[in-house]
Nanobody, 120 residues
């Protein structure tokens, strides 16, 4: 079975940094676009960052300049480097793998999430 396992979350002070990791297994990692989503209490799930199979990244406006998504195809892992963290970044962060064509999604997988709390 395809598995996505996030790690690296925790409690950090405002202005601090964390690096989230999403380790995948039992899938052909290189053909999937990868993304990080987050969901805070009372809010909708939000796409934070995504990266294509070719390594092109996109970010939601609120994290531009602070977060960096990257992937290591040799390790089947995607990362989210989070710098200058703010309390509003507090959320459960989820890793997503997506393989799709113009017509439909072929495969879509999610990790279990890792909690990031930014507080003094």
């Amino acid at each position: 079975q395809v598995q996505l396992v996030e790690s690296g979350g925790g409690l950090v002070q405002p202005g601090g940094s964390l690096r989230l990791s999403c380790a995948t297994s039992r899938m052909t990692f290189s053909i999937y676009a990868m993304a990080w989503y987050r969901q805070a209490p009372g809010k909708q799930r939000e796409l934070v960052a995504s990266i294509t199979t070719g390594g092109s990244a996109n970010y939601t406006d609120s994290v531009k300049g602070r977060f960096t998504i990257s992937r290591d195809n040799a390790k089947n892992t995607v990362y989210l480097q989070m710098n200058s963290l703010k309390p509003e970044d507090t959320a459960a962060y989820f890793c997503n793998a997506n393989w799709r064509t113009l017509q439909r999604t072929i495969a879509d997988y999610w990790g279990q999430g890792t909690q990031v709390t930014v507080s003094s």
